[in-house]
């Protein structure tokens, strides 16, 4: 394949994983078990490696920190928004929240996701607590079902870099409200993570 019947394929392929997903969320709604259909989906479409090269997926240059991330289709109103996240290892964010329902799987590399819950009564906005309830590594085979008001960190692990597909129910670019958590002194802030880059264009 060149590089143009690869783009056909992969967006192809892209529309009709999407199609599907979307399919699950009218039907099912919200919930934990359609999150595991969407995840297998998901999980079918990064099988499919030749389809997103390092080439046209590549991480910040000389193992520099932070994410590339790039758009693969995102529908009107800003809803179900596919990206490709590329990172190099050694980084990792601040626990935080989406606001809205999130899927990852892995095409290639690893990521050590810790999900949180919390210890207190909410009452305090700006406070929490917080302690660790699993660990799930998020690699090729396997990936990453988050609610809405579900707390995660990311941590890249291994030695090389990762290209993990994020599905989100609403565009990363629309989510206002996110909110990040300090797990040594248990302070509340908005998340705006510079973690990420600007969404980028993928290389032809």
């Known amino acids: 394949m060149n590089a143009t019947d690869v783009s056909a394929a992969r967006a192809a ?32 479409l990064a099988a499919q490696e030749h389809l997103f090269p390092s080439a046209t997926f590549p991480p910040p ?22 990206y490709m996240n590329a990172l190099n290892p050694g980084n990792a964010t601040k626990p935080h929240d989406h606001t809205t329902w999130a899927v990852v799987v892995a095409v ?18 700006d406070k929490a607590s917080l302690r660790v309830r699993e660990e ?40 206002d409200n996110r909110k990040g958590y300090d797990p040594d002194t248990g302070e509340v802030v908005p998340y705006n993570s510079n973690f990420m880059k600007p969404t980028l264009q993928a290389r032809a």
């Open 61 to 82: 240059p000389n193992g520099e920190k932070g994410s590339n991330r790039y758009l693969l289709q995102q529908d009107p109103g800003n809803r179900f928004a596919l």
């Open 108 to 125: 290639d590399g690893q990521e050590l996701n810790k999900v949180y819950e919390r210890t207190d009564d909410g009452a305090n906005p």
């Open 136 to 175: 799930i590594l998020v690699e090729p085979g396997r990936g990453i079902c988050l609610m809405p008001e579900d707390i995660h960190s990311i941590h890249t692990t291994g030695d090389r870099p990762t290209r993990h597909l994020h599905m989100y129910g609403l565009a990363l670019e629309k989510l």
């Open 13 to 44: 392929a892209i529309a009709s994983t999407i199609d599907r997903i979307r399919a699950i969320e009218a039907t099912e709604g919200v919930t934990r078990p359609a999150l595991e259909k969407i995840r297998a989906e998901l999980l079918a």
